[in-house]
C-alpha cells in the first residue's frame, strides 16, 4: 500500500484566516514533505521532516507553519495568505530521509480570496 | 543554475502506438532519477526510477533510459493507452544531503483514439 491521505480536498480562505492542512501515511515512512504546485508548473517543495523533525525548508514565508505530530501525520497550518498562496498543496513521503522515492497524496486545491 | 528540462511540452499519440517523453539535465552529479505520471485533479503517481550506474530500466509497458554522456533520460511507453493521458515529470535528485527532488517542467501527453 502506497497510500498518503490528504485533507481537505479543496478549501476556500480569506486572507485574515486561519486553517490547516493535514496529511497521513501508514507506510511506516519517516520522511515526509509539503510541496506547492501551481497550475500547469511542475511540484516545487517547501518542507522535509525526516524523523520527525524539519531538515529543510526551503526559504517558505513564516504564514506556512509546518508541523510533524507524530511519524504519520504532517500538518500544513496557514495564517494570512495572500490570494498569489492559492495553488495545488501536495503531500509525499519516503521511506526515510535517504530514500528517494516520494510517494504523493492527491493534493488539497487551496484558494485564497 | 542547474535544472531538468523537457524538449517537448505536449506529445500527441495514437492509441496503440509507442510513446517517448524526452528529458535533459545539466547536473552531472545526479545519480537518482524518477518519472512521475499527473492526471488531472491528482497527485503525482510514482512509474519508474533509475540510478545513474544503470543505462536502462523496464516496467510494466515503461522503460527509461539513461544517457549520462549527454545528460538525457527518456520515458517510452509501450502500446499507449488512453488511460496514459497525463502530464509526465521527471524527478532529478540533487546530490549531497536531504532528499531533494528537482523536477523538470513536464510533458502533456495526449493519447488519440
Known amino acids: 500500500d502506497t497510500e498518503v491521505t490528504q485533507t481537505p480536498k479543496h478549501l476556500v480562505m480569506g486572507m485574515t484566516n486561519k486553517k490547516s492542512l493535514k496529511c497521513e501515511q501508514h507506510?511506516?515512512?519517516?520522511?515526509m514533505y509539503w510541496y506547492k504546485q501551481k497550475a500547469k508548473k511542475p511540484p516545487e517543495l517547501m518542507f522535509v521532516?525526516?524523523?520527525?523533525?524539519?531538515?529543510i525548508n526551503e526559504s517558505v514565508p513564516s504564514r506556512f507553519s509546518p508541523e510533524c505530530p507524530n511519524s504519520s501525520l504532517l500538518n500544513l497550518h496557514l495564517h494570512a495568505l495572500q490570494p498569489e498562496d492559492s495553488a495545488l498543496y501536495l503531500c509525499?513521503?519516503?521511506?526515510?530521509?535517504?530514500?528517494?522515492?516520494?510517494?504523493f497524496g492527491p493534493g488539497t486545491r487551496l484558494l485564497v480570496l | 543554475g542547474e535544472s531538468v528540462g523537457l524538449h517537448l511540452p505536449t506529445l500527441s499519440v495514437q492509441e496503440g502506438d509507442n510513446s517517448i517523453i524526452n528529458c535533459a539535465y545539466s547536473?552531472?552529479?545526479?545519480?537518482?532519477f524518477i518519472w512521475y505520471k499527473q492526471e488531472s485533479g491528482k497527485g503525482p503517481q510514482f512509474i519508474i526510477d533509475?540510478?545513474?550506474?544503470?543505462d536502462k530500466r523496464q516496467g510494466q509497458r515503461v522503460t527509461v533510459l539513461l544517457n549520462k554522456t549527454v545528460k538525457h533520460l527518456s520515458l517510452q511507453i509501450a502500446a499507449t493507452q488512453p488511460g496514459d493521458s497525463a502530464v509526465y515529470f521527471c524527478?532529478?535528485?540533487?546530490?549531497?544531503?536531504?532528499?531533494?527532488?528537482?523536477f523538470g517542467t513536464g510533458t502533456q501527453l495526449k493519447v488519440e483514439l
Open positions: 547536473n552531472s552529479a545526479s545519480d537518482y
Open positions: 524527478a532529478e535528485k540533487q546530490p549531497g544531503g536531504g532528499n531533494k527532488l528537482t
Open positions: 521532516y525526516s524523523y520527525e523533525k524539519l531538515s
Open positions: 507506510m511506516g515512512h519517516r520522511a
Open positions: 509525499a513521503s519516503s521511506q526515510d530521509g535517504t530514500q528517494e522515492t516520494q510517494y
Open positions: 533509475i540510478r545513474s550506474n544503470m
